[in-house]
């Protein structure tokens, strides 16, 4: 996929996330930004939370199943107040809270774990009814190695740790545009 955002558009991105939010928890109308042409495009995406150094709330979807602009509305509110990790989010806490977008490509089905390049590729997981997903930029915090990388993608997903070896896991692999309102 040859998709490239420009920084306006993700400016937009994240200020049309951080309005969702304060819409939700406010109760007033969401001032959103006006859209461009390339943000009506069906993309995978995720919208992560953090609070300081810590994650506050992550959601997404993997594969495209709305407009980005729309998408990153819902996963904002989502991660904010559907995250079964944390309790939903105060209007305290708002402003101390940064937004994270990562806007995927659509899934490659790797022929093998050696094709995983850490940094790179975010990694989906499929074994039996089990699945899980790690976006390219976790291992890089975590400063894990592709072994590393996998096998927290595996537990994860509620397998073994190594269960990344196994012929019935399925590994696809995808790209992502990543962009914070930190960088902003």
Known sequence: MNFSLSSQEK????KTARESIRGALTGEPPQYPEATENLQQDCGAF????????LRGCIGHIIATKPLLEAVKELARSSAFEDPRFPPLRLSELDAVDIEISVLT????????????????GVYIKSGARS???????PVEQGWNRRQYLSNLCLKAGLAG??????????????????GEKEQ
């Not at 919208?47 to 810590?54: D, I, N, Q, R, S």
């Not at 899980?132 to 976790?138: D, F």
């Not at 990344?164 to 962009?179: H, M, R």
């Open 106 to 121: 659509p899934l490659e089905r790797a022929e093998s774990a050696e094709q995983v390049e850490v940094g790179v590729h």
């Open 47 to 54: 919208v992560t939370l953090h609070a300081g150094e810590k």
């Open 132 to 138: 899980g997903v790690l976006l390219p930029q976790v």
């Open 162 to 179: 190594d269960c990344w070896t196994s012929p019935q896991a399925e590994l696809y692999l995808f790209t992502a545009i990543v962009f």
């Open 11 to 14: 400016s937009i991105l994240l």
